[in-house]
């Protein structure tokens, strides 16, 4: 939303500092209930999937302070960050992709290879469908507050 702002007003400062303000505040959310997954579930390849999701938020803070979305800054130099965020969200989702798959072959490979992911699901007693569209529902509500 403040990507989307700073674009249809490139000299406004304000949309600047949502774009670096508000992935702080995300990405040490994410980190605190990363740190807690965690705890339950000491897998390798699950802290690479968390550390990748991580590195999510703090791509907007890395572009935004690159290109100084925090002034007033032509629509140019905006269009080249947004730019900039969409080729490094693709390295990012080829990541998590790539993670994903490797998840999968391990668990396919043995029933023993990930037991604590059999362990997590009794655990949780979730309806994991419900569990997404809240999370969906969340990061809407939070993209439209900012």
């Given at each position: 939303?403040?990507?989307?702002?700073?674009?249809?007003?490139?000299?406004?400062?304000?949309?600047?500092?949502?774009?670096?303000?508000?992935?702080?505040v995300?990405?040490?959310?994410?980190?605190?209930?990363?740190?807690?997954?965690?705890?339950?579930?000491?897998?390798?390849?699950?802290?690479?999937?968390?550390?990748?999701?991580?590195?999510?938020?703090?791509?907007?803070?890395?572009?935004?302070?690159?290109?100084?979305?925090?002034?007033?800054?032509?629509?140019?130099?905006?269009?080249?960050?947004?730019?900039?965020?969409?080729?490094?969200?693709?390295?990012?989702?080829?990541?998590?992709?790539?993670?994903?798959?490797?998840?999968?072959?391990?668990?396919?490979?043995?029933?023993?290879?990930v037991?604590?992911?059999?362990?997590?699901?009794?655990?949780?007693?979730?309806?994991?469908?419900?569990?997404?569209?809240?999370c969906?529902?969340?990061?809407?509500?939070?993209?439209?507050?900012?």
């Amino acid at each position: 939303a403040g990507l989307t702002t700073k674009v249809l007003a490139p000299h406004s400062e304000l949309p600047g500092a949502v774009i670096l303000i508000v992935p702080i505040v995300l990405s040490t959310v994410g980190w605190l209930a990363c740190t807690v997954l965690f705890q339950y579930v000491s897998h390798p390849w699950l802290l690479a999937l968390l550390l990748v999701f991580e590195c999510a938020p703090l791509l907007y803070i890395a572009v935004g302070a690159y290109y100084r979305f925090t002034r007033p800054v032509g629509r140019d130099t905006v269009l080249r960050g947004a730019r900039a965020i969409a080729k490094v969200t693709f390295v990012l989702v080829f990541l998590v992709v790539s993670i994903a798959v490797k998840i999968g072959s391990d668990a396919r490979a043995s029933g023993e290879a990930v037991p604590w992911l059999r362990e997590l699901i009794a655990w949780c007693h979730v309806n994991w469908g419900r569990l997404a569209f809240a999370c969906t529902v969340h990061t809407l509500y939070s993209f439209a507050l900012t």
